[in-house]
């Protein structure tokens, strides 16, 4: 990875991943959506440069950077036409192992995350009967000597059968035995080339769009004790601890996408001649865009707030929950604009609008939906009473 200084750090980044994303150009991406296939090669390219390690310490061979930084990379693959779904949650799970693992762990998984050996890339929350309801899950380790045996059902657990180790949260006090339903849980590192042959079972799930998303089958799953991240049952504040870099992430993720439609968008409104005059000339397409316009670029300003405040080491929650409301509907605004003004070649695979838009309507439901955000902010900011 390039060692950008200080000065222009974020143009330096954005250019260098710019520079790697144009070897994967939009027939890359069409090919793999036809295929529902993993993009492996761009997968690889990126851990090769050295941007699946920004957030690990330089100590253990990361860039040490921060969530402003990683930010901007996957931003600037979005913004290329790519899809960074396939590979970042290495950049916010990572912040688990860092804040609450154990030094053994960190010198044992961080070295050989960093130089690509091995991948982080499953986080196991989501349940079947549960929802967003996340305390309420089922999935069970008990512990059994020097191991937990983990028995349950995860789903929409993404990259499981393209990585080597999955976050997992699950219970490991049941929920009548404790005080407050947030207590009990515990997070996990499952090694899945192991847990494969000895009781996990990986099922791929077909979704609107290629995301590599699976249901993921524990049957009694033996995990070492010693891969316990942090104290047992305090898993659920390690998560929440998690959620901010997740939210500010993927809400770059989500302006890179609003600034790869506009610019498709405008690109195409000047060309495209329709009465004798571009199409772009006309205030029925240039007002949406423009409004979008306007909304991407107020929801960038959040999403740098959010990650600066992140690592300032700053509470940051009220900040990360917006960033992602705004820059989900910024770019699903972008999107629908964009499919608009492209009208009916807008449907066509080969412009890639289509392919976007599915990809980018993701952000109104995952990784958290935003009803969930909209009741958070009326709770812990507004000070309204809790709706659920
Ligand atoms: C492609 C994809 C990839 C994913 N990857 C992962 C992953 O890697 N790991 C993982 O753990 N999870 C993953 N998820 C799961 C994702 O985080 C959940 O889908 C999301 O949190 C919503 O939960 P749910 O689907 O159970 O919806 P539900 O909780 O069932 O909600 C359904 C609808 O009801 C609304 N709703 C629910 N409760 C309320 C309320 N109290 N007030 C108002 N509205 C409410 C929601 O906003 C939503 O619109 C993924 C999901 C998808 C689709």
Known sequence: MPSPTNTGLHQELKNAVGELCRGFPDAYWRELDSQRAYP??????????GYMATLIPEEYGGAGLGVTEAATILEEIHHSGGNAA??????????????????????????????GELRLQAFGVSEPTTGSDTTQMKTFARRSGDRYVVKGQKIWISRAEHSDLMLLVARTTPLEQVKKR???LSVLLVDLRHAKNHGLTIRPIRTMMNHATTEVFFDDVEVPAENLIGEEGQGFRYLLDGLNAERILIAAECIGDGRWFLDR?????????????????????????ARAYANVEAASLM????????????????????????AADASWESANATLQTYGGFGFAEEYDVERKFRETRLYQVAPVSTNLILAYIAEHVLGLPRSY
């Open 265 to 289: 968008a405008c690109r195409y409104a000047k060309d495209r001649v329709v009465f004798g005059r571009p199409i772009g000339q006309n205030q029925g397409i240039q007002f949406p865009l």
């Open 40 to 49: 492996e090669a761009f997968v690889q390219a990126l851990t090769k440069a």
């Open 303 to 326: 999403v740098g707030r959010a990650a600066a405040l992140f690592d300032a080491h700053q509470p940051c929650g009220p900040q990360a929950n917006m960033a992602k409301l705004l």
């Open 182 to 184: 947030s207590e009990g």
């Open 86 to 115: 396939a590979c970042h949650a290495q950049m916010y799970v990572m912040g688990t192992l860092l804040r609450h693992g154990s030094e053994a762990q960190k010198k044992k998984y961080l070295p050989v995350l960093a130089r």
